[in-house]
């Protein structure tokens, strides 16, 4: 076997050009398809969208589309959006101390664009004309464009650049699931907001968006299961903690019915999972998992989101505590729930 070759004991600190510091970041944030249209998503809630269209062909690799009805970008600061560094979310390091929006980075656009190419259209509401942006890893061209208010992303050829990416990726069909999967808990974490998912051509999600979160889990998992939801509701001096969790009959295999959101972002965390499964007790048989969809609202300074470029996880100031609220939210839930049944079995036993 042949020796790997070892690197010049000397070489010139250089600063990185933009094409690979982009690159670097793209390896950070843009993982798989999936994980392009959770950065565009996010941006679409963050500018405040009521609709949110998503629409993929070959998995992802080909065209990722996102249409939204939110605020818009001026068009004289949409170049920026593809300049490293440059948010409109956060404008102090103290910010980030108290991140209160689903992303911030202001890296994915510009990390989207050094992988594939990207043409975003964007109109504020209140003006008659947008601008249209086509991105790539050769530079950035601007132009006015007449469009509906909101911004539309289309994400093209993705990795085209980079193919050894391609090795990394799963069968079409798991990045299809990730995309899916991903959609569906954007939608339970913001009832608000009326999600499409289409994919080859087939509508594969669409949520009401009005603000009903159990309308949300019957377009996620059925009008079977949103009957047989347990409400949750849960307060503390430093936390709120509300959703439903499934009764034990629809228990599954694994976790892949637990969603938990804090302050609005999917998370995950064995902490809270472990906590909500605590709160079932001795409801499920062994190697049995719950639906769940809780949100937990908690002051920002109190949780950390900044564990993972992807801001998939989260550390809390005091895990002991959120753990024990969670579990207890959960369990006075079920308790209750078990409470009135046995109430009403006891009553239809006396003939009341």
Same mark, same amino acid.
């Given at each position: 076997m042949s020796p790997v070759p070892r690197a010049p004991a000397h070489r010139p600190i250089q600063i990185l050009s933009p094409e690979v510091s982009n690159q670097i970041a793209a390896g950070e944030v843009i993982e798989r398809p999936a994980s392009v249209v /959770?950065?565009?998503v996010e941006n679409s809630i963050d500018a405040g969208a009521s609709q #949110?269209?998503?629409e993929v062909v070959g998995a992802g690799k080909e065209l990722i589309r996102v249409v939204d009805d939110g605020c818009g970008i001026e068009p004289e600061e949409a170049p920026l959006a593809f300049e490293r560094h440059a948010t409109s979310k956060i404008r102090a390091a103290s910010d980030l101390a108290s991140v209160r929006t689903l992303g911030f980075r202001g890296e +994915?656009?510009?990390?989207? !664009?050094? #992988? !594939?190419?990207?043409?975003?259209?964007?109109r504020p509401r209140e003006r008659e004309l947008g601008a249209r942006v086509e991105a790539s890893a050769q530079g950035v061209r601007t132009a006015p464009a007449g469009a509906p208010f909101g911004t539309q992303v289309e994400?093209? $050829?993705?990795?085209?650049n980079t193919p050894a990416r391609f090795k990394f990726l799963k069968s079409d069909a798991s990045e299809r699931r990730a995309i899916a999967e991903l959609l569906a808990n954007m939608a339970l974490a913001h009832p608000e907001v009326s999600f499409r998912l289409s994919?080859?051509? /087939?509508?594969?999600?669409?949520?009401?968006?009005?603000?009903?979160? /159990?309308e949300a889990i019957a377009a996620v998992y059925g009008?079977? !299961? +949103?009957?047989?939801?347990? !409400?949750?509701?849960?307060?503390s001096p430093w936390a709120r903690i509300s959703g439903y969790v499934g009764k034990p009959s629809l228990a599954k295999g694994n976790r892949g019915a637990e969603s938990i959101f804090v302050n609005g972002r999917w998370v995950q965390n064995r902490l809270l999972f472990t906590a909500v499964e605590k709160g079932f007790e001795s409801l499920l048989a062994h190697r049995r998992f719950p639906? +769940?969809?809780?949100?937990?609202?908690? $002051?920002?300074?109190? #949780? $950390? =989101?900044? =564990?993972?470029? +992807?801001?998939?996880? =989260?550390?809390? /100031?005091d895990e002991r505590e959120v753990f024990k609220a969670v579990m207890r939210a959960v369990r006075s839930a079920l308790t209750g729930a078990e409470d009135r049944k046995s109430t009403r079995l006891n009553s239809s036993h006396l003939g009341i």
């Open positions: /959770k950065e565009l #949110v269209r998503v +994915a656009l510009p990390s989207i !664009a050094s #992988v !594939a190419r990207v043409t975003l259209v964007t994400v093209r $050829d993705l990795f085209h994919m080859e051509g /087939k509508e594969i999600l669409r949520t009401p968006g009005d603000g009903r979160l /159990k009008r079977r !299961a +949103a009957g047989e939801l347990v !409400a949750v509701e849960w307060e639906l +769940a969809v809780l949100h937990l609202e908690i $002051d920002p300074v109190l #949780v $950390d =989101v900044n =564990v993972h470029p +992807a801001k998939t996880e =989260v550390r809390f /100031k």
